[in-house]
Structure formats: structure tokens, C-alpha cells
T-cell receptor
Framework: SQQGEEDPQALSIQEGENATMNCSYK?????LQWYRQNSGRGLVHLIL?????REKHSGRLRVTLDTSKKSSSLLITASRAADTASYFC??????????????FGKGTLLTVNP | GAVVSQHPSRVICKSGTSVKIECRSL??????MFWYRQFPKQSLMLMAT?????????EQGVEKDKFLINHASLTLSTLTVTSAHPEDSSFYIC?????????????FGPGTRLTVL
């Protein structure tokens, strides 16, 4: 199966609730990144967590990384209708530099109902 | 900072014609640009990686003669879909990365919707 697989594939919640999305991967990584994509648009970088980090926060976003389980989670707290989008995790290998390739998961489609 | 643009945003063409898509980094020098394609409700699939001034590296299964990539300057890369067919209809997204950007971070363009009739 593909590196960087998210679950659930689709998530529908009410405004104000928290949304949790998970990502699993197979090979060793240097870091893991989360992106958001609104329908028919490009990707917006949300957060990057390095392999030696366990948790990271950015505003209403909280990302965790468990390298022993090869998994990560993205938590969006106090969700808003504007958070409706597809969320992708992306992983890369151990090489650095600007030539660094990302492998994207299949994504979670989050719908926040007003 | 770190803005990447794509042009055009949408293009409709007839089968057999060639289409060029531009990807520009507006406020930083992109030593590397990546081209992805995305089918509806699916993930991004990396097509090729291009470094300024050298030939692009294509992913397995991507025809380099079909998808011509040129990265002639540190701010511009182009993808030309040659002899386009309906199955080439997709959303094409570029991203850019550079030595001055955050380690391993790629900045994505807004995408180009290609429809081949």
C-alpha cells in the first residue's frame, strides 16, 4: 500500500467540534508534513514535524508523531466551516536538501457543517 | 513569502494539441521544482523533479517524451503536455523548493486544470 495513508477517508463534523485525522507510513522518514487542499485548488502547507519531535502545535492545529508506530495524527480544535478541505500527510526519506521528494497519502476529506 | 504561481489556471484543448503550463516562484529562487498530477478525489502523484539547468528526473511510468519539462531559470519551470489525449485530463500542480527556504519545505502553486476534448 502507499506510503502515507490517512484515515478516515472522509470525516463530517459539526462546527466547534474537534477533528482528528491519522496518517500511517511504512519507511523511515526525516520528517512528516501536513497539507490542506481546498477543492480544485493548490496545497497549503500546515505544519512540519521532524522525526525527533513528538508533538507540535500551530494555532488550532496539533500534530503528533510516533516513529515507533510509524504514525502521525492531526488534530484541529474548535473546527470552523472554513476548515472544510482535504488534508494530506506527506513523507520523505532521509536525504536532505531542496531535491527532497515527498510522497503523499490519499487524504482525508473533512466537512465541517455550520 | 514563498509564493508560487501557475499559468494558466485552466486550459481546454483539442486532442492532439500540445499545452504548456508555467510554474513560477515569485519571491525566492527555486533550485528544484516538482510536477504532480492529481485525478479527481485522489492524491498527488509525483511526475518529475527538475533542477535548474539540468534534465528532469521522471518517476517510473511517466513518459518523458510526453511530458516535457524545462527548468531554464531559478524562477521558472514549464511542463508541456505533447499530443494531449483525453486521458491526460487532470489537475497539474507544481511545487518549488530552494536553498533559502525552510529545510525540505515545498511551496505549491494553485494548480492547472487541463481538459482535453
Amino acid at each position: 500500500s502507499q506510503q502515507g495513508e490517512e484515515d478516515p477517508q472522509a470525516l463530517s463534523i459539526q462546527e466547534g467540534e474537534n477533528a482528528t485525522m491519522n496518517c500511517s507510513y511504512k519507511t523511515s522518514i526525516n520528517n512528516l508534513q501536513w497539507y490542506r487542499q481546498n477543492s480544485g485548488r493548490g496545497l497549503v502547507h500546515l505544519i512540519l514535524i521532524r522525526s525527533n519531535e513528538r508533538e507540535k502545535h500551530s494555532g488550532r492545529l496539533r500534530v503528533t508523531l510516533d516513529t515507533s508506530k510509524k504514525s502521525s495524527s492531526l488534530l484541529i480544535t474548535a473546527s470552523r466551516a472554513a476548515d472544510t478541505a482535504s488534508y494530506f500527510c506527506a513523507t520523505g526519506g532521509n536525504s536532505g536538501g531542496s531535491n527532497y521528494k515527498l510522497t503523499f497519502g490519499k487524504g482525508t476529506l473533512l466537512t465541517v457543517n455550520p | 513569502g514563498a509564493v508560487v504561481s501557475q499559468h494558466p489556471s485552466r486550459v481546454i484543448c483539442k486532442s492532439g494539441t500540445s499545452v504548456k503550463i508555467e510554474c513560477r516562484s515569485l519571491d525566492f529562487q527555486a533550485t528544484t521544482m516538482f510536477w504532480y498530477r492529481q485525478f479527481p478525489k485522489q492524491s498527488l502523484m509525483l511526475m518529475a523533479t527538475s533542477n535548474e539547468g539540468s534534465k528532469a528526473t521522471y518517476e517510473q511510468g511517466v513518459e518523458k517524451d510526453k511530458f516535457l519539462i524545462n527548468h531554464a531559470s531559478l524562477t521558472l519551470s514549464t511542463l508541456t503536455v505533447t499530443s494531449a489525449h483525453p486521458e491526460d485530463s487532470s489537475f497539474y500542480i507544481c511545487s518549488a523548493s530552494g536553498l533559502a527556504t525552510f529545510y525540505n519545505e515545498q511551496f505549491f502553486g494553485p494548480g492547472t486544470r487541463l481538459t482535453v476534448l
